[in-house]
């Protein structure tokens, strides 16, 4: 197999940009990852990058190489694959990425459930509510809200999650009800943000009588994290705009109150996204079809009657 880890490494490399950050990727040291790289160079008898202290570029070779490697990595998997399906006896790392609110929600409850019916499958779960790059990050499964900017990725929508915009009444008694997203703009509301690094929008899309529009909000605060921006609307700060599902249990209690109800946001599309090269893996059918059943049920019990 060590052949077989020299490519993955150098594949890791290739698409991260980074030895780094391919040794992070691989669960091991940046010594490790070089000295994989190095081996292969010296298989191959030619310089598979050009390093410099600043930069890790790949030559022409490496290039070339990259899309052989890829292929040969692709059979490998796709001959286990048919092994577990031939056994039905599925194994291996499964690397699973969701937004923070899904992932807590959702996704980790029930990891311990997928993995007491396949124990030898082992699950790594990396959460942020940043736009996660699947093949990047070398995700074999992606719970995704909104829709994918990857045309490349395979995408199994789940359910439409409704959303909501609320606030604390206490905020709403100091500064008033908006009903609308004008009154959002109009009176300078304080709204709170989802806003993370190559975020693109910093407005609303909301439904009007005219049709779907753009509001341009303003507020004092802003995090990369949407519980955050929870727990700072019901502390009186602000208003937020979330899916109903993460903050169904304050909208029932009371905690939260929704505004501009004249105008509301659309639902967002909760989808299950995987690599192409991924959909024959057995492991990957096995969570998309365990997951997407807890996803949905679990999503239509907290938006119930709201």
């Given at each position: 197999m060590?052949?077989?880890?020299?490519?993955?490494?150098?594949?890791?490399?290739?698409?991260?940009?980074?030895m780094?950050?391919?040794?992070r990727?691989?669960?091991?040291?940046?010594?490790?990852?070089?000295?994989?790289?190095?081996?292969?160079?010296?298989?191959?008898g030619?310089?598979?990058?050009?390093?410099?202290?600043?930069?890790?570029?790949?030559?022409e070779?490496?290039?070339?190489?990259?899309?052989?490697?890829?292929?040969?990595?692709?059979?490998?998997?796709?001959a286990?694959?048919?092994?577990?399906?031939?056994?039905?006896?599925?194994?291996?790392?499964?690397?699973?990425?969701?937004?923070?609110?899904?992932?807590?929600?959702?996704?980790?409850?029930?990891?311990?459930?997928?993995?007491?019916l396949?124990?030898?499958?082992?699950?790594?779960?990396?959460?942020?509510?940043?736009?996660?790059?699947?093949?990047?990050?070398?995700?074999d499964?992606?719970?995704?809200?909104?829709?994918?900017?990857?045309s490349?990725?395979?995408?199994?929508v789940i359910?439409?999650?409704?959303?909501?915009?609320?606030?604390?009444?206490?905020?709403?008694?100091?500064?008033?009800?908006?009903?609308?997203?004008?009154?959002?703009?109009?009176?300078?509301?304080?709204?709170?943000?989802?806003r993370?690094?190559?975020?693109?929008?910093?407005?609303?899309?909301?439904?009007?009588?005219?049709?779907?529009?753009?509001?341009?909000?303003?507020?004092?605060?802003?995090?990369?994290?949407?519980?955050?921006?929870?727990?700072?609307?019901?502390?009186?700060?602000?208003?937020?705009?979330?899916?109903?599902?993460?903050?169904?249990?304050?909208?029932?209690?009371?905690?939260?109150?929704?505004?501009?109800?004249?105008?509301?946001?659309?639902?967002?599309?909760?989808?299950?996204?995987?690599?192409?090269r991924?959909?024959?893996?057995?492991?990957?059918?096995?969570?998309?079809?365990?997951?997407?059943?807890?996803?949905?049920?679990?999503?239509?019990?907290?938006?119930?009657?709201?």
């Amino acid at each position: 197999m060590s052949y077989v880890n020299n490519l993955k490494m150098f594949v890791r490399v290739y698409e991260l940009g980074s030895m780094s950050a391919a040794a992070r990727d691989q669960r091991t040291s940046p010594a490790v990852a070089s000295g994989r790289v190095a081996d292969l160079e010296k298989h191959l008898g030619v310089r598979l990058f050009n390093r410099t202290t600043r930069s890790l570029q790949p030559t022409e070779n490496g290039r070339i190489f990259y899309e052989g490697a890829l292929k040969v990595l692709q059979a490998i998997d796709d001959a286990e694959a048919a092994v577990a399906d031939a056994t039905q006896n599925p194994r291996g790392v499964l690397f699973v990425g969701a937004p923070l609110g899904v992932g807590r929600r959702f996704i980790a409850p029930n990891l311990p459930n997928f993995k007491a019916l396949y124990p030898q499958i082992e699950l790594r779960l990396r959460l942020s509510d940043r736009i996660l790059d699947v093949t990047s990050e070398g995700l074999d499964v992606a719970l995704h809200l909104g829709r994918p900017e990857d045309s490349g990725l395979k995408m199994r929508v789940i359910a439409e999650a409704p959303r909501v915009i609320c606030a604390a009444p206490a905020y709403i008694a100091r500064r008033g009800l908006p009903g609308d997203g004008a009154a959002l703009v109009r009176d300078g509301h304080a709204c709170l943000n989802l806003r993370y690094p190559g975020a693109k929008e910093f407005n609303w899309t909301l439904k009007t009588p005219a049709g779907l529009q753009k509001f341009d909000i303003s507020g004092p605060f802003e995090s990369d994290d949407g519980d955050v921006l929870t727990q700072w609307a019901l502390d009186g700060h602000g208003i937020v705009l979330k899916p109903v599902f993460e903050v169904a249990e304050h909208l029932r209690a009371g905690r939260l109150v929704p505004v501009a109800t004249a105008t509301p946001p659309l639902p967002v599309s909760l989808s299950i996204l995987t690599p192409h090269r991924r959909l024959r893996d057995p492991k990957v059918r096995l969570f998309s079809d365990f997951i997407a059943a807890r996803c949905k049920a679990a999503l239509e019990t907290l938006t119930r009657g709201l």
